[in-house]
């Protein structure tokens, strides 16, 4: 079915009917709600080529992805967010457009995202301190929506969770237990999110007037090698960490590996608290979590940052938009009181 055979079908002009399907503010919930059940029932799909012809938009979002470390691509909670933010453009009409890029081009790719029109907006990725898009993107006239933030500077749209209290309330879990010496195993601190984990760890020490013990803090990609190889050098240490604080679910498999292979107990012996996106193919729900975690929904996100998107592509004038999305403390089993 063509657009003008369902404007037709339904008595509303092509201009009504193409508001309604790609979400206008100014069409009522109600028609909105009557063209989508009638394009459904008509299998009707948009004429991307014409759509794009009559409006002079692409139609597509785009997300570059800047390949810091070889695990950029296969990050579990890259796809996770890749995954629903895609779904949401489609249902808005849009594409997902990826590309994959090394620092030295990242520049380069959103200047030609810029003058060819390919794309009306992108989602950032792996925001950095001080991060040189951020001006490059307003000066080409880019619209985007950052995943993550960039703390002090506060004029552009972002969606991030609280990484900074959400470290600190797991550091003062862990001190309420009695640990003392509390490891840290954090991503690549250039990167914000795990700039705003360790001061989040740090603050919680200074709260309880707790030395921080630099040979407890190390960060690096998070894998599951990393977790193994970190945590075994530190609980070979001759005053061993009892707890671990893990910015994610991977990097917690090598620090439990590292654990059981010296026959030490998680919750007992040794404790461990876990940064939790949610992901689909690693389960840590249950009546009884296996780890205690900061929990946050990277799909959540993915959703979040796409619809913003959208909204300050259709209204170009709005402010800024800033969204924190909410962090649970979730107790699991694998926290307890310190041993000694």
């Known amino acids: 079915m063509k657009l003008k055979q369902l404007s037709e079908n339904l008595g509303l002009s092509q201009t009504t009917v193409s508001r309604a399907l790609n979400g206008y503010p100014e069409v ?27 409006t002079g938009k692409a139609y597509a979002i785009g997300h570059v992805v800047p390949m810091v470390n070889k695990n950029d691509v296969i990050n579990p909670i890259f796809a996770e967010f890749i995954a629903a933010a895609s779904l949401t453009y489609a249902n808005y009409g849009y594409e997902l457009m990826l590309r994959i890029a090394r620092t030295e081009d990242e520049e380069s790719i959103y200047r030609k995202l810029a003058s060819s029109r390919s794309v009306d907006g992108v989602v950032v990725h792996s925001p950095l301190l001080n991060d040189p898009r951020l001006p490059l993107l307003k000066s080409i006239g880019l619209p985007f929506v950052i995943h993550g933030r960039v703390p002090g500077a506060e004029d552009y749209s972002w969606v991030c969770m609280d ?57 690096d990609d998070l894998t599951e090698p990393y977790g193994y190889q970190a945590a075994k050098e530190m609980l070979a240490l001759s005053d061993p960490p009892t707890a671990f604080l893990v910015s994610s679910y991977v990097v917690a498999l090598g620090v439990r590996r590292a654990v059981e292979r010296l026959g030490l107990t998680i919750g007992k012996d040794v404790s461990i608290i876990i940064h939790d996106d949610e992901l689909s193919y690693f389960d840590n729900s249950g009546v009884t979590p296996q780890f205690t975690a900061t929990r946050s929904s990277v799909r959540n996100a993915g959703v979040k940052a796409a619809t913003m998107l959208i909204e300050k592509i259709r209204n170009p004038d709005n402010p800024p938009e800033s969204h924190m999305m909410e962090t649970q403390l979730v107790i699991g089993s694998s926290t307890g009181p310190c041993c000694r």
């Open 28 to 54: 009522s919930e109600s028609t909105r709600r009557r063209v989508q059940r009638a394009a459904a029932a008509g299998n009707y799909r948009p004429d991307l080529r014409a759509t794009r012809l009559a």
């Open 163 to 219: 990484n900074q209290n959400a470290f600190k309330q797991a550091t003062k879990l862990l001190i309420d237990l009695g640990h003392r010496r509390i490891a840290l195993l954090n991503g690549q601190e250039a990167m914000t999110f795990a700039w705003l984990r360790r001061a989040g760890y740090e603050e919680a020490h200074g709260d309880n007037r707790l030395d921080l013990d630099e040979s407890l803090i190390t960060s």
